[in-house]
């Protein structure tokens, strides 16, 4: 099985089984995102205790890429520092933008999403989960 089969089955696992999504009440949102564009909608919400993620959920609706991406990316966040998240989300935007040439060799499973930067229309799809667990994190003041 060649590489890119392999990553697109492991997107397409996450979009049909995605982790960490969960109905969240309106008390629990802390971010509520929207790509007007294509009409993918995330809602999520973190919990950081002593200066590391214990938690990440969402809901909302999205195409494979934009699901894929936010199941991808709580099931990584959870139990990393804050520091080190923030970083990751950094270099995750910069390499779906274009910025980066590669993935990093520590991006395991998220390289790979890194095809994505080819088709400039389905960026925000990619990204919007992790602008949103930014925003989050700003919001929780860490």
Same mark, same amino acid.
């Given at each position: ?25 309106? +008390? ?13 909608? !995330? ?9 590391? !993620? ?5 809901? +909302? ?17 959870? +139990? ?15 390499? !779906? ?43 929780? +003041?860490?």
């Amino acid at each position: 099985m060649e590489l890119d089969e392999l990553y697109q089955d492991l997107i397409l696992d996450h979009f049909k089984h995605p982790r960490h999504r969960q109905e969240l009440s309106d +008390g629990e949102v802390l971010v509520d995102e929207e790509n007007p564009t294509c009409g993918d909608h !995330i809602r999520l919400t973190a919990r950081v205790e002593n200066g590391r !993620i214990q938690d990440v959920r969402y809901d +909302g609706k999205g195409c494979a890429i934009s699901t894929a991406s936010a199941s991808m990316m709580a099931e990584r966040l959870i +139990g990393m520092p804050v520091a080190e998240a923030r970083k990751l989300i950094g270099e995750f935007i910069g390499l !779906i933008r274009g910025e980066k040439e590669s993935a990093p060799a520590d991006f395991g499973d998220l390289a790979a999403l890194e095809g994505v930067k080819q088709y400039p229309m389905r960026v925000k799809c990619a990204t919007m989960a992790w602008h949103a667990a930014e925003k989050a994190l700003g919001k929780l +003041g860490v």
